[in-house]
Nanobody
């Protein structure tokens, strides 16, 4: 069974930075593409970033391009989301997700495994 545990969320002022981590169980982590999603109160869950099995490809929603970086360390079974220049509109519950595929997807339903989320709050 694949389990995902997010960490690194917290309260930060606008313009600050946070790095989210997602630890994934199992020996087949390298066979899963990974993604980060977020959901703010009153809004639908939104794709944030995705990364392929071997980090060959990455993808970002336009609103975070140039500010967020997704990466993974397959030796540590961990995917990261480095968030810089944070804005109040980045405030959301951030979820890590795994998909048994070469590449990630912007569609949440394409992912079979999800973490419980970690809260990111950006104050103005």
């Amino acid at each position: 069974q694949v389990q995902l545990v997010e960490s690194g969320g917290g309260l930060v002022q606008a313009g600050g930075s946070l790095r989210l981590s997602c630890a994934v169980s199992g020996r087949t982590f390298s066979l899963y593409a990974m993604g980060w999603f977020r959901q703010a109160p009153g809004k639908e869950r939104e794709f944030v970033a995705g990364i392929s099995r071997g980090s060959e490809r990455t993808d970002y929603v336009d609103s975070v391009k140039g500010r967020f970086t997704i990466s993974r360390d397959n030796a540590k079974n961990t995917v990261y989301l480095q968030m810089n220049s944070l804005k109040p509109e980045d405030t959301a519950l951030y979820y890590c997700a795994a998909r048994y595929s070469q590449y990630g997807s912007r569609r949440g339903n394409d992912y079979g495994y999800w973490g419980q989320g970690t809260q990111v709050t950006v104050s103005s």
